[in-house]
């Protein structure tokens, strides 16, 4: 098995970006969802609430990000803490700083509600549910993502989706940071422990799917027929799921090409 792609998503919920290697901090992927939208009330903004956030492209640049969206741009720069707000990540409220007035009134613009853009500082606090953690783990932290830093989906269960589809879809639909091949479908269902390279993983809660995979991240189109397929073999309990999320326990990054060794 190796790992076969890397995923990096500045901004909670806007496009991603396939990259050769990443490092790790203590938030997950060094760069992956530090930035949010959040709306009047801040609380998260995400596609779940509009698709058209799969237009929002961003790459990062120095000191900050440069944003695109419909044929437009702009340059942001990463905040201090001179402009700080709350920010709720499902029911998590922390302290977050705030871009410059510019990118929001953009961004308002451009996906039409008010909105602010926010950075994760170093010091955050947000910690992953300690009910999932391994005993050998203490504790773990996370900057944006939904619950926990890394996410995992193998080409084989992707493959196995697409055999069931009308038409397939691309692996961007399911939003993970590692994509690995050379397994079977699902084998990450049974997964608990891993070596990716020299980086050492623990695999800890099977990842529950909203709408998002329902959304072309190319389009912003919709189409519910990919979620009642899922459902028709992937529903626990009245939820999906399809990949699995992850934590780093010792080592400080990845590279394509990776060999990958299940542990346990």
């Not at 991603?16 to 969802?33: E, I």
């Not at 640049?61 to 437009?72: K, Q």
């Not at 891993?194 to 980086?199: E, K, N, Y």
Request: aromatic share 8%; net charge negative.
């Amino acid at each position: 098995m190796k790992l076969s792609e890397i995923y990096r998503y500045p901004i909670k919920s806007a496009r991603g970006h396939a990259v050769d290697s990443a490092m790790v901090d203590r938030f997950g992927l060094v760069g992956d969802r530090r930035w949010m939208l959040i709306d009047g009330e801040g609380q998260f903004y995400s596609q779940r609430r509009a698709s058209s956030m799969a237009l929002l492209d961003v790459t990062p640049v120095n000191n900050g990000l440069r944003l695109g969206y419909a044929g437009d741009s702009m340059k942001v720069s990463t905040p201090d803490n001179s402009h700080e707000v709350e920010a709720t990540v499902w029911g998590h409220t922390m302290l977050a700083f705030c871009a410059e007035s510019s990118a929001n009134s953009w961004l308002s613009e451009c996906l039409g509600e008010d909105l602010r853009l926010v950075f994760c500082p170093e010091g955050a606090e947000r910690k992953v549910d300690g009910a999932y953690l391994p005993d050998s783990v203490r504790e773990q932290h996370v900057a944006f993502s939904d619950g926990f830093p890394l996410l995992i989906v193998s080409q084989a269960s992707l493959d196995d989706l697409n055999s069931r589809l009308p038409e397939p879809v691309a692996m961007d639909r399911f939003r993970p940071n590692l994509v690995i091949e050379g397994t079977g479908a699902y084998a990450e269902d049974q997964w608990r422990s891993l070596r990716i390279g020299t980086t050492m993983l623990e695999v800890v809660k099977p990842c529950s799917r909203c709408a998002i995979p329902s959304i072309n991240q190319q389009t912003a189109e919709k189409d519910s027929a990919i979620n009642r397929v899922l459902a028709s073999y992937r529903r626990r309990d009245g939820v999906i799921y399809f990949g699995m999320n992850a934590i780093v326990s010792a080592g400080d990054g990845f590279t394509v090409g990776d060999a990958v060794i299940v542990l346990d």
